[in-house]
């Protein structure tokens, strides 16, 4: 029998100890960094927003006076471009993932366009702004509208979608697609009446959470051209709009000029937080309230 030394097994005991406590420590302390750089971010926001949200505020348009100013245009925009990018994202994004997933044969083809999938989650927004100005802006000569807006925004989130939509389709048992095709149905048959209702709440959780990233989303909308100032509101899909993050990203470089527009920006960072908060609060709810469990 081999003599073990226990005073060498009890150092490198203390030393993984201590090793694990450190980065315990390092990871503790990030955490608490990033949380309290929120937390001053967001109480500066709401600070100096108090008094300047109200419903004149909201229902307001766009006006040279920052009392009269108000943020109706950059919401009706923001509406008009989801309707364009919701149809556009779900449609394409969830057909993708049921080829993907349902039809594609594995092999090269499906890992290539796996990988690419993956990759465009990663390629930065501006970029897409630089593609939605050369398709659908001057290519199309759609010029700086919902529709070219809300195509470019589309193509932006598309990726989070396939990727949720393919976990969601992925994750529903093998045995329920095996009792569809036993009783006679055919594999369209299948995927519409098992598969896809089985799959609806992951995939409804990742297009909210997309919107929700499209929603907050600038830099595409900067290079596209689209305005800031607009005082008519948009009435279809072919008229010229703006949004939120627009309106904000402006009024934040007129604080420059007049002090009051950092008040603005500041009401309507607020009223896009809480835009956000109740879309992911629904994605949260769908998921935890319509998950079913096989």
Same mark, same amino acid.
């Given at each position: 029998?081999?003599?073990?030394d226990?005073?060498?097994?009890q150092?490198?005991m203390?030393?993984?100890l201590?090793?694990n406590?450190?980065?315990?420590?390092?990871?503790?302390?990030?955490?608490?960094?990033?949380?309290?750089?929120?937390?001053?971010?967001?109480?500066?926001v709401?600070?100096?927003?108090?008094?300047?949200i109200?419903?004149?505020?909201?229902?307001?348009?766009?006006?040279n006076?920052? +009392?009269?100013?108000g943020?109706?245009? =950059? *919401?009706?925009g $923001?509406l008009? !471009?989801?309707l364009?990018?919701? %149809?556009?994202t779900?449609?394409?994004g969830?057909?993708?993932?049921i080829?993907?997933?349902?039809?594609?044969?594995?092999g090269?083809?499906?890992?290539?366009?796996?990988?690419?999938?993956?990759?465009?989650?990663g390629?930065?927004?501006?970029?897409?702004?630089l593609?939605?100005l050369t398709?659908f802006?001057?290519?199309?000569?759609?010029?700086?509208?919902v529709?070219?807006?809300?195509?470019?925004?589309?193509?932006?989130?598309?990726?989070?979608?396939?990727v949720?939509?393919?976990?969601?389709i992925?994750a529903?048992?093998?045995y329920?697609?095996?009792?569809?095709?036993?009783?006679?149905?055919?594999?369209?048959?299948?995927?519409k009446?098992?598969?896809?209702p089985a799959?609806?709440?992951g995939i409804?959780?990742? +297009?909210?959470?997309?919107?929700?990233r =499209? *929603?907050g989303? $600038?830099a595409? !909308?900067?290079?596209?051209?689209? %305005?800031?100032?607009?005082?008519p509101?948009?009435?279809?899909?072919?008229?010229?709009?703006?949004?939120?993050?627009?309106q904000?990203?402006?009024?934040?470089?007129?604080?420059a000029?007049?002090?009051?527009?950092?008040?603005?920006a500041?009401?309507?960072?607020?009223?896009?937080?809480v835009?956000?908060?109740i879309?992911?609060?629904?994605?949260v709810?769908?998921?935890?309230?319509?998950?079913?469990r096989?």
């Amino acid at each position: 029998m081999k003599y073990v030394d226990s005073s060498l097994v009890q150092k490198k005991m203390g030393s993984r100890l201590f090793i694990n406590n450190l980065a315990k420590g390092i990871f503790l302390i990030a955490t608490l960094f990033g949380l309290i750089v929120l937390a001053v971010l967001i109480y500066r926001v709401f600070a100096q927003s108090l008094g300047w949200i109200d419903l004149q505020f909201i229902t307001s348009k766009y006006s040279n006076d920052p +009392v009269k100013a108000g943020i109706m245009g =950059a *919401i009706t925009g $923001t509406l008009w !471009l989801m309707l364009v990018v919701a %149809p556009v994202t779900m449609l394409l994004g969830v057909g993708t993932a049921i080829y993907l997933e349902e039809y594609a044969q594995k092999g090269r083809l499906q890992a290539f366009i796996q990988t690419n999938i993956s990759n465009l989650a990663g390629v930065p927004s501006i970029v897409f702004g630089l593609l939605g100005l050369t398709v659908f802006v001057r290519g199309l000569d759609l010029g700086a509208v919902v529709l070219a807006g809300g195509f470019t925004m589309a193509l932006l989130v598309l990726p989070v979608v396939v990727v949720a939509s393919q976990e969601a389709i992925r994750a529903v048992p093998q045995y329920l697609r095996e009792a569809s095709y036993g009783m006679g149905a055919t594999k369209w048959q299948t995927i519409k009446n098992v598969v896809l209702p089985a799959a609806i709440p992951g995939i409804l959780t990742g +297009v909210i959470l997309a919107l929700s990233r =499209a *929603i907050g989303e $600038t830099a595409p !909308l900067v290079v596209l051209g689209i %305005p800031a100032l607009l005082i008519p509101l948009p009435d279809g899909i072919f008229d010229k709009f703006t949004v939120l993050p627009m309106q904000i990203y402006y009024w934040t470089i007129d604080s420059a000029l007049v002090s009051e527009y950092a008040n603005l920006a500041a009401g309507a960072i607020v009223v896009l937080l809480v835009v956000l908060f109740i879309m992911n609060s629904i994605a949260v709810i769908i998921r935890n309230k319509f998950q079913r469990r096989f």
